[in-house]
Each structure stands twice: as C-alpha cells, then as structure tokens.
T-cell receptor
C-alpha cells in the first residue's frame, strides 16, 4: 500500500511562490501525479512525474526524488484563481492511485 | 455527452435503502474507478475496473458493489445504505494505453444517508 503525507493548509500572497511538499512510502512505485481541486468541483490533472527531476508546465512545476520518496509542486506568480486543494497521488504497478489528504492553498490579495 | 457524467448530482437517502450511483464516459477509456472523498481523508478507492467485464476491490470496498457490462458505464450500488456512507463520490476513467494514463474525474455525487 501507500502512505502519502502533505501539509493540510498553506497561505500565500498574490504574485508569490508556494511549494507544496509530498512524501510517500510505497510498495511499488509507478508514477506520481498532482491534481488541482476547486471547492465543490472534480479534481483535474496538473502534472506527472515518473523519473527523478523537475517537470515544468507554465506557472506550475513538479519535482520528484524516488530515492527519497519525495515530491513537490511549485506554484509561481500566484493568482487568486489558484486558491484550491492540491492532491498528491502515487500510482502503483496495477495502475491504481492512492491519494494524500490534500493541501488547501489560500491566495490572499 | 463530453467526458464523464454522474447521476444524481446529489441525493438524500434513508438508512437501509438501496441506491445506485451512475457513471458514464464517452472517451472509450478502458479503466474506470469509484472513489469516495471525505474531509481530512482525501480520495479513497472503492472499486475499479481495468476493462469491460472485470472489476476489482479498492481500499474501502465493504458495503459497495460494481458491475462493468460495457466500456461506457460503471454503476456503483449501495445495497443497504448506512450513515457512514455519507460522502462525495467521484467516478474516474483512464485510457490505459500509455503516456501519462492520467485519470479524468466526473463532477461527483453528494450522498447523504440519514
């Protein structure tokens, strides 16, 4: 199984940078995903890492270290619309996802 | 239809009643999943299906059953609802053909069992 930890809440100012950490313990690693979920809505895919290193997609970047069981999601140039929950999910060899409890990010003006 | 649809959007149900949550996707994805989302616990996998005709148990399968008669539909049934099944239920699908194989989620069903 998977044990996935991420902070419960983070607050940042519009225009700033926020880094959301995720640590995991897994019996079979086959990729790590980050999803964004606005209140009352469905999760939507943000990023995917399967090899060590940084993946950049516009204002969002995600990093993975498989040896440390560690990932982070970096949100740059924060906007009010980035206020949401961010879910870290680890995929196993059977292609099933295990999710962390999510990190609620609040962006203040 | 575009993507994944779920029905109903929300439902209040008396304990002991039977309830089926519907999920339909039009992306011809092979794999489908049912999750429940509870405050502080995140998304937990209930049941999944890697392809039509097959199903498997996830992390929290007790009290739930599923079927996968065709590619598009993946209904979730609560045979006799209990208050602990009050939750938001999300259906998801993925194509299983390589690439990211990310899961796409439906809009969710908010279920309250009294």
């Amino acid at each position: 199984g998977q044990n996935i930890d991420q902070p419960t809440e983070m607050t940042a100012t519009e225009g700033a940078i926020v880094q959301i950490n995720c640590t995991y313990q897994t019996s079979g690693f086959n990729g790590l995903f980050w999803y964004q979920q606005h209140a009352g809505e469905a999760p939507t895919f943000l990023s995917y890492n399967v090899l060590d290193g940084l993946e950049e997609k516009g204002r969002f970047s995600s990093f993975l270290s498989r040896s440390k069981g560690y990932s982070y999601l970096l949100l740059k140039e924060l906007q009010m619309k980035d206020s949401a929950s961010y879910l870290c999910a680890v995929r196993d060899r059977d292609y099933k996802l295990s999710f962390g409890a999510g990190t609620t990010v609040t962006v203040r003006a | 239809i575009a993507g994944i649809t779920q029905a109903p959007t929300s439902q209040i149900l008396a304990a002991g009643r039977r309830m089926t949550l519907r999920c339909t996707q039009d992306m011809r994805h092979n794999a489908m999943y049912w999750y429940r989302q509870d405050l502080g616990l995140g998304l937990r996998l209930i049941h999944y299906s890697n392809t039509a005709g097959t199903t498997g148990k996830g992390e929290v399968p007790d009290g739930y059953s599923v079927s996968r008669a065709n590619t598009d539909d993946f209904p979730l049934t609560l045979a006799s609802a209990v208050p602990s099944q009050t939750s938001v239920y999300f259906c998801a699908s993925s194509d299983g053909s390589g690439g990211y194989n990310e899961q796409f989620f439906g809009p969710g069903t908010r279920l309250t069992v009294l």
